[in-house]
């Protein structure tokens, strides 16, 4: 055979069959087309494969939540409607406005097309008056075969979606923890070098590149002991480490702020209400005045000296410290107008009776508040004083019945060398007025001994090799060496939330 006319013969075949394919195509889409009430509707169609049935647009579409329409009333047809608390009924149920007919949601969207009802996927349920009735409503429906299928194939779907959240839920959760178990880490090393007044940075070694510091020291002692950490450590973005000196200045205010939370509540819920304010001053290595505030009140029976802030101040005259004073209290949720007495020392600029501090805050609160100078041994002499000036702090004195009946008691009291304080607390209900009254005299403040304390610290701290320490940093550690108590029980996790919410951190932790 010719060669041209063997070759001439097969494109005319080819071209015959590129010419009939088109035809051949929709024979067999013609054939898979199964028609239904819903596909000759007007309104959107929903199309699975080559098979079309029609879902009205305000209902749940293939692949969508369940939609469950509630109206304040309902289309009437022969004053019968749709009632909105089928959906508590039947949980599968969904209504369409645009047809005002009930749908199921699963037998919509799981089961075959061919075994579906339509009455309740495409055209919809409408018989109102016996949607109820278990021989022709939704009871009968819901027990169908079909139904009960597409309702375990709904609740299989949900089973998937729920599962896959709690895993992705469970993956993110662990990763917060071993990030807040990090940072926990540096929080404890910092705790621990503050609590025993140790400096946390050390001399740059320049051949080794790195600083020798106990805190860079100590933390990587922490991570060689906790392989836990040290894997943590491994995964920890470096651009993330928090163990720069921002980032300590950061966590020493987190634990300021823990800690002053705690003491500022503990005045709060005190015994009574009154407290005494003590104040002193004294500069630091770098000329720096620092002063020291602080709170004496009863709680639980029990009279407590709590440092509340060191604050610093370039102006040294009356009106700035006055101002100063009442701004903390005011800025620690403290009020001011429950002040019992002041104690501070014999520098004029506190104890002067025209213009000192003293004399000023009587003048802004607008009542007598005793001044009580730093004299240990002037205590009897103070309280004395004090309750001639009751009436202008309107304590409370007991009745005579009321005093008769403390006396009686407290000669009873087999322990002579208990606090009587301490006794009359357990009795504070019986003993109201008696008990408010001695603790509020024991709140009166006879010395500035824990301001002076509070300087032993400064000094420890703000040694010659750490004078260029920002005073922020320094008045925070030496806040919390002094309320070492404290600063060891505080919450980790409080610290860890203050920190988090100072700015936006790189790697996160809630």
Known sequence: ??????????????????????????????????????????????????????????????????????????????????????????????????????????????????????????????????????????????????????????????????????VETMIHQKLLEKYRYYVKSIIEVIQFLIVNELALRGNYILEEG???????????????????LNEILTHIPQNATYRSPEIQNQIVQSMVQAVRSSIVKAINESDVKWFTLMEDGTRDKNNRENIALAIRYAKDGVVNESLLVVKTTENLDAATFTELTLNTLTENNIDPSCMLS???????????????????????????????????????????????????????????????????YLSRNADKMENTLQVLYRQREAFKDTYELFASVATIGCSTAVCESTFSSLTAINRLQRLSMGHERMAGMVFLAFEKKRTK??????????????????????
């Open 210 to 228: 790195k600083e020798q510091g106990l805190f860079q020291n100590l933390f990587e002692y922490t991570c060689m002991k906790d392989p836990n």
């Open 342 to 408: 002041q104690c501070y020392d014999g520098a004029s600029v506190m104890s002067g009776k025209v213009s000192g501090v003293a004399t000023r805050i009587e003048n802004k609160l607008g009542r007598k508040i005793p001044y009580v100078h730093c004299y240990n041994h002037r205590l009897h002499l103070i309280v004395v004083r004090t309750i001639s000036e009751m009436t202008f702090i309107s304590l409370k004195i007991p009745s005579r019945e009321e005093v008769s009946v403390v006396k009686a």
């Open 1 to 166: 055979m010719d060669i041209r006319a063997f070759f001439g013969k097969k494109r005319k075949v080819e071209e015959k069959i590129d010419h009939e394919e088109p035809h051949c195509s929709k024979q067999v889409e013609a054939q898979n087309t199964i028609a239904t009430p819903s596909s000759m509707a007007t309104g959107s169609s929903t199309h699975v494969g080559n098979v079309s049935y029609g879902i009205p647009s305000d209902i749940a579409q293939i692949g969508k939540p369940i939609k469950q329409v509630v109206l304040d009333t309902y289309p009437k047809q022969h004053n019968r409607a749709f009632v909105s608390d089928w959906f508590k009924r039947y949980k599968w149920l969904q209504y369409s406005i645009e047809k005002d007919a009930a749908f199921c949601y699963p037998c919509q969207q799981f089961l075959p097309h061919g075994s579906k009802q339509t009455s309740y996927t495409s055209t919809g349920f409408r018989n109102w008056k016996n949607a109820t009735y278990s021989k022709t409503g939704f009871p009968k429906h819901e027990k169908s075969i079909s139904h009960i299928q597409a309702m375990s194939m709904w609740q299989e779907k949900l089973q998937r979606i729920s599962t896959s959240s709690s």
């Open 489 to 510: 029980s505080v919450d980790l996790n409080e610290v860890l939330r203050i920190f988090n919410n100072m700015a936006n951190r790189r790697i996160q932790l809630f």
